[in-house]
């Protein structure tokens, strides 16, 4: 009699479920989804990182041009779907396509891809999906917390959400208060409180305070942080990188989501890298530091493979979680420790 194969998330769930058992810390956030393998924040990308083992799934959020918040790393389309080809009118003078200027049923009308450079078209990166091909909408927020809901209920485990907000100022530069849009959603969806599974981030340091202090936000909340060239917030991002500023960010938020070169830096002249004390204040003053983001397709110069990256930041930086591209590669790491 030919013996019955297991199927791959039933493998997926026991797996995760002995890690659990061993006691391993550090949680595994799919960035955009199972990026590395789909089109960035598309459900598919969402249900394959589900299915991979990740314990968060990451939910960048802008807004329409009718105030509906959906699941998209930029203000901007162009980069990521076929809008150019569907609205070219729509095109502003700085010759970028907004989500704020369309509406959501117009938006359900173009096609996703793999992410592209502005300047070039070019896929960024070409091992990745082969741009163009198979079928792949925006989704909006309520339907991404559906999907990872649903499958919360119908394979019985506690996946969590990371949402995202994007450029606050900008939007209320535009007449939307994405915050507050925001908020609620979650909070029709049952996330409102500090024990529920998800952490909402944000890069600009003003708003995160006022999402706690003014908008009275109990969810547990990150600080992300950039360089300044990033042009992320208007923030002094150097300053916050300081002792003094780990210690205001305390004052408001749960923990930090800086970037792996800020706490990883390369030495000059060699293949080395040298600790930051970023992870040390922030672990002093009760933050958590979730860093993006491991690609194993874009690695920093002085490691080979993604699994060495995974050891350093667990053994010797000891942070308490990664954002990864590639969360079947973060499980099967820990799961092999």
């Known amino acids: ?152 209920q119908s394979t019985g485990r506690q996946v969590g959400i990371y949402p995202e907000i994007k450029k606050p100022a900008w939007h209320r530069q535009e007449g939307k208060d994405i915050s507050k849009i925001v908020l609620r959603v979650l909070a029709e969806y049952g996330y409102d409180g500090p024990d529920d599974a998800i952490y909402l981030q944000c890069f600009d340091p003003v708003e995160t305070r006022r999402i706690r202090e003014e908008l009275h936000c109990q969810l547990k909340l990150i600080q992300l942080i950039a360089n300044n060239d990033w042009e992320e917030s208007p923030a002094d991002f150097d300053s916050l990188r300081t002792e003094a500023g780990i210690k205001q960010i305390a004052e408001y938020a749960d923990g930090i989501g800086p970037s792996i070169s800020h706490i990883l830096e390369p030495v000059d002249h060699s293949d080395g890298f040298q600790l930051t004390e970023l992870v040390r204040w922030a672990h002093a003053n009760d933050l958590q530091v979730h860093p993006f983001t491991l690609r194993a397709d874009a690695l920093p110069d002085f490691v080979t493979s993604m699994e060495e990256l995974m050891a350093i930041l667990a053994d010797q930086v000891s942070v308490d979680g990664v954002f990864t591209d590639f969360p079947d590669r973060a499980r099967e790491f820990l799961i092999s420790r």
């Open 1 to 152: 009699m030919r013996k019955a194969a297991t199927s791959l998330p039933v493998v997926l769930v026991v797996l995760v479920m002995n890690l659990q058992a061993t006691g391993q810390g550090m949680i595994v956030i799919a960035h955009r989804g199972a990026s590395g393998y789909l089109p960035e924040h598309t459900l598919p990308a969402k249900a394959l990182a589900y299915g991979m083992g990740a314990d968060y799934i990451e939910q960048d959020v802008v807004l329409t041009k009718d105030d509906r918040p959906i699941v998209l790393h930029d203000i901007h389309l162009d980069t990521v779907t076929d809008v150019a080809i569907k609205y070219p009118e729509r095109r502003r003078q700085d010759g970028r396509y907004y989500a704020i200027d369309l509406t959501l049923a117009e938006i359900k009308q173009l096609n996703a891809h793999e992410r592209v450079s502005h300047e070039t078209h070019d896929p960024v990166y070409i091992e990745r999906f082969p741009f163009g091909k198979s079928a792949f909408r925006v989704p909006t927020l309520a339907e991404e917390i559906e999907l990872i809901q649903g499958l919360n």
